[in-house]
């Protein structure tokens, strides 16, 4: 047997912390660093970028954008894992003023819907801007949970002194955690922001799988990516009571096998769609098809119509039948 010296008492304890210390300090050395995971909701008024923003945060377009004003018509989920940390951002349609249509109620109730249960919020503005649609998301912002303001388009600001009196103005804000302005479109300012965003994160076990992107289906996506080039291709003229239906979305192997129809409200935005001679329709499909196949890494056939039904915005039963209503 070994033989143990008598020790007094206080030194025999100081002896066993100083052990267990080293334990747990080599213990934390061989784990992996805690994990975290957390849910970033991206709110708005219309146009400000926050489907730009999110597409940069998880490092993929996801998000369809577009410089026309309500873009974005559903709550969409966009994941990153980086290192220990899982991302879940949650991107908005753009915060309604007015509630005349059904389509803006479904859309405002989206944003409500996203706020709920949320670790942080990112509140897009335009950097330089201040209006009463921005006051507006303000109060949508749920009560004690932390929420950083993103000034986007910093790239438009000439002279970044003559950002200094408004942000000195939002800074007095005390619902806002941080101001942070950027550009959206910049890599390195959405890694600045997403390592900020990290140390919102609580730790926990991640919700999503490490190779997780979205939690939409690829037919999701697909209609998504149609109403972009839509929305992009027509110009000002095609109002937003238009949209993308999926009639079929199969898969043979690794190819994609869709057929979509684009529904318009009337018979002269069929014609606008359609093009002369078929032009912009053959267009909308060949960039439409193009993204698709990058987002899916698979070769896709894409079949396009054209058609009228009129007033369906307004239409509650038709809302539904779209999938608008969550
Ligand atoms: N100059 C500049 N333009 C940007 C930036 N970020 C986004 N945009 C542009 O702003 C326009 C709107 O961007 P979106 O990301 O679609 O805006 P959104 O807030 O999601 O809009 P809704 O979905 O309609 O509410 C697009 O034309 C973007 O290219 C930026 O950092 N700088
Ligand atoms: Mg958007």
Request: glycine letters at 8%; proline letters at 5%.
């Amino acid at each position: 047997m070994k033989h143990h010296p008598v020790q007094p008492r206080a030194q025999e304890q100081a002896q066993e912390q100083a052990q267990e210390q080293a334990q747990e300090q080599a213990q934390e050395q061989a784990q992996p660093e805690r994990r975290r995971f957390g849910t970033v909701a991206i709110v708005g008024r219309p146009n400000v970028g926050k489907s730009t923003l999110l597409n940069s945060l998880v490092g993929q377009k996801i998000s369809i954008t577009s410089d026309k004003a309500q873009t974005t018509r559903h709550r969409l989920l966009g994941v990153r894992t980086e290192g220990a940390v899982q991302f879940a951002f949650v991107d908005t349609p753009g915060f309604q003023l007015r509630h005349a249509r059904g389509l803006h109620r479904a859309m405002n109730r989206s944003v409500r819907g996203a706020l709920a249960d949320v670790d942080l919020v990112l509140w897009v503005v335009e950097a330089g801007v201040w209006g009463v649609a921005d006051e507006r998301v303000g109060e949508l912002l749920p009560p004690g949970r932390p929420v950083i303001l993103v000034a986007n388009k910093l790239d438009r600001i000439r002279g970044r002194e003559r950002l200094l009196p408004w942000l000195a103005e939002r800074g007095k804000d005390r619902r806002l955690a941080e101001i942070v302005p950027l550009s959206a479109r910049r890599d390195a300012d959405a890694r600045r922001l997403l390592a900020l965003v990290a140390g919102y994160l609580p730790e926990g076990p991640w919700g999503f799988d490490p190779d997780a992107l979205t939690d939409r289906s690829e037919r999701f996506l697909a209609s998504e990516i149609l109403r972009e080039k839509l929305f992009r291709l027509t110009g000002d003229e095609l109002p937003y009571g238009s949209t993308v239906i999926i009639d079929r979305f199969e898969q043979e192997g690794q190819l994609r096998r869709i057929a979509a129809s684009i529904v318009v409200e009337r018979d002269s935005h069929k014609a606008m769609v359609i093009g002369s001679g078929g032009a912009l329709i053959r267009r909308i499909g060949s960039e439409a098809r193009q993204d698709m196949q990058k987002l899916y890494d698979a070769p896709v056939f894409l079949e396009l119509w054209v058609k009228t039904r009129s007033g369906w915005a307004d239409d509650q039963a038709a809302l539904r039948a779209y999938g608008y209503e969550d």
